[in-house]
T-cell receptor, first 111, second 113 residues
Framework: RKEVEQDPGPFNVPEGATVAFNCTYS??????FFWYRQDCRKEPKLLMS???SGNEDGRFTAQLNRASQYISLLIRDSKLSDSATYLC????????????FGKGTHLIIQP | NAGVTQTPKFQVLKTGQSMTLQCAQD?????MSWYRQDPGMGLRLIHY???????DQGEVPNGYNVSRSTTEDFPLRLLSAAPSQTSVYFC????????????FGPGTRLTVT
């Protein structure tokens, strides 16, 4: 049973372009959603939370679609430094142990 | 404020050896956890703790033990290392309640031969 699914990529995108990727989740009772960023051989770090009304932070926009059970991440005006793996994380109840991590989408921004 | 620290950064073990991975945090977080990350598998929860003296099993606990004697420290013990335990291990901490933002340590790369 795959609870959180992501396209592993890699997504190869030219610098300055806009890129978007989705993450689907299977538990309709899930309440909280997050995007984490993980650089090569580094630890994951929180990029942004995903609220029901959407969330924008500079060039990054996250959206939630409860009806279709997916969240999305849009990156505008991509930079070389955006190259990383983006992990979708879903909280489906309980405490912090209720987090499920997706396997990640690998993004490569090309000059 | 060091955040979450882990030692060692790299370790090579022979099959059957035991060792302890250290994790400490200085953010006064109640919740601490251990994950392993394998290629194509994503992060999987090994054990977690919601406070000193309280631990519980995650998704893949077999072959690992934990204890939480203080709020700050959460060591992970490999009892008898096996090649299947070759992985990158991350310790994480957070407040026990929402929004559940996890702060990760830099990881320990373990190879079991």
């Amino acid at each position: 049973r795959k609870e959180v699914e992501q396209d592993p990529g890699p997504f190869n995108v030219p610098e300055g372009a806009t890129v978007a990727f989705n993450c689907t989740y299977s538990n309709s009772a899930s309440q909280s959603f997050f995007w984490y960023r993980q650089d090569c051989r580094k630890e994951p770090k929180l990029l942004m939370s995903v609220y029901s009304s959407g969330n924008e932070d500079g060039r990054f926009t996250a959206q939630l679609n409860r009806a279709s059970q997916y969240i999305s991440l849009l990156i505008r005006d991509s930079k070389l430094s955006d190259s990383a793996t983006y992990l979708c994380v879903v909280h489906s109840g309980g405490g912090a142990d209720g987090l499920t991590f997706g396997k990640g989408t690998h993004l490569i921004i090309q000059p | 404020n060091a955040g979450v620290t882990q030692t060692p950064k790299f370790q090579v073990l022979k099959t059957g050896q035991s060792m302890t991975l250290q994790c400490a945090q200085d953010m006064n977080h109640e919740y601490m956890s251990w994950y392993r990350q394998d290629p194509g598998m994503g992060l999987r929860l090994i054990h977690y703790s919601v406070g000193a003296g309280i631990t519980d099993q995650g998704e893949v606990p077999n072959g690992y033990n934990v204890s939480r004697s203080t709020t700050e420290d959460f060591p992970l013990r490999l009892l008898s290392a096996a090649p299947s335990q070759t992985s990158v291990y991350f310790c994480a901490s957070s407040y026990a309640g929402p929004p559940y933002e996890q702060y990760f340590g830099p990881g320990t790369r373990l190879t079991v031969t």
